[in-house]
């Protein structure tokens, strides 16, 4: 008996030009790089320029990605972009990238789940091509940020950043074993009694505006490394792996203080952790793809690894996947 596996056969990433320093955000409102530095790991962040849209940003990440596998728009037949800042509240952003890419037929949607949307995608992606409704699937996590903080709060504008990533699977047909490529579990989580510790104080049901970005840090840094840990724990459960034969750690990127907490608790060194959080700050859903194409297009991730990615956003919501690259 054969078992269908999603397989990962390209990534792509695509950051704004513009960069924002610490430095440069410390002349406008009261905040140091030493304070940013030290609490979070941020260095600088992209920012998309005026009138670059979320979609902007996912085509050229989604491009990038269908390069990478060889591929073209017209030979993916469901696409999944995970963002919490559309272009429009309808139609889905997922629509305006699927018709830049030339796609015309199957699916596009777009999942909103946050920081953990990249997460929640793959997972929604796996889902139809384990169950045969689709052969390729592209996730692409993408989020103009910068559009929904409120500039004059220093304990929340200095932690986000802007950037796009993609990732194409195609269906394979295996033995079914951990040792064999794919993707080889997902695991999501919610709790909507937490939606207090970050949300947007907006939206167009409420007050018919986008609204700005509210959180809790310290309560949602509680949240962070208590969750992630669990959520990993849970998956190399259910797959029977151990820890020790994690070759890339990929967590969202949200805190370097978070992602230090977690990789500790699973026992993984910094020699096995992607970490991106100090050149692109917290980019949300595209912060994970944006690491995986990273990571992936200078050599790091080998055919064969085992990767483990996790994230934890507003909800709260909270995922882990394991892929065999
Ligand atoms: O992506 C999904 C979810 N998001 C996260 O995972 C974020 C989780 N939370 C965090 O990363 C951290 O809680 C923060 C980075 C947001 C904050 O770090 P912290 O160590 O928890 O700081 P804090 O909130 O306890 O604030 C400490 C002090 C406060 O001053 P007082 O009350 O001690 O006088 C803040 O007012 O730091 C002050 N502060 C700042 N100072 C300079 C807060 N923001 C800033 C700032 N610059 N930008």
Redesign the pocket.
């Known amino acids: 008996m054969t078992t269908r596996r999603s397989c990962a056969v390209g990534t792509g990433a695509y950051l704004p030009e513009r960069v924002v320093t610490n430095d440069e955000l410390a002349k406008r409102i ?3 790089d030493e ?2 530095t030290s ?2 790991g941020i260095r600088q962040r992209y920012i998309a320029a005026d009138g670059e849209l979320t979609s902007d940003l996912g085509i050229a990440a989604a491009r990038r990605a269908l390069d990478d596998a060889s591929m073209t728009g017209s030979d993916i037949d469901l696409l999944v972009v995970a963002t919490s800042t559309p272009d429009e509240t309808f139609p889905a952003t997922a629509t305006v990238i699927q018709k830049a890419l030339g796609m015309t037929r199957g699916a596009a949607f777009d999942v909103q789940a946050v ?1 953990s949307g990249f997460v929640y995608a793959l997972a929604t992606a796996d889902n139809f091509i384990k169950a045969g409704q689709a052969e390729t699937a592209l996730v692409v996590g993408a989020e103009t940020f910068s559009r929904i903080l409120d500039w004059t709060d ?2 929340t504008c ?2 986000f950043g802007d950037g796009a990533g993609a990732m194409v699977l195609r269906a394979e047909d295996g033995a079914g074993t951990t040792a064999d490529r794919g993707i080889l579990s997902t695991h999501l989580h919610a709790d909507g009694r937490y939606h207090d510790m ?1 949300y947007v104080d907006g939206g167009p049901s409420s007050t018919g505006s986008a609204g700005y970005l509210r ?1 809790q ?2 309560e ?2 509680r949240h ?1 490394v208590e969750k992630m840990a669990a959520v990993v724990e849970e998956a190399l459960e259910a797959t029977g792996l151990p820890a020790e034969q994690i070759d890339w750690f990929i967590p ?1 990127q ?2 370097k203080r ?1 992602i230090d907490g977690t990789s500790r608790k699973l026992g993984l060194g910094p020699e096995r952790v992607v970490m991106t959080i100090d050149r692109h700050a ?1 980019t ?1 859903a595209a912060s994970i793809p944006l690491a995986v194409a990273e990571a992936a297009a200078d050599g790091r991730i080998q055919a064969g690894q085992l990767v483990v990615l996790e994230a ?2 507003g909800g709260l919501t909270w995922g882990s996947a394991i892929l065999r690259w």
Do not use: K, P, Q, Y
């Open positions: 009261d905040t140091s304070w940013i609490r979070t920081c220093r304990t200095v932690l970050l959180m840090g310290r949602v840094f962070g969202h949200a805190n978070i917290n949300s934890l956003g």
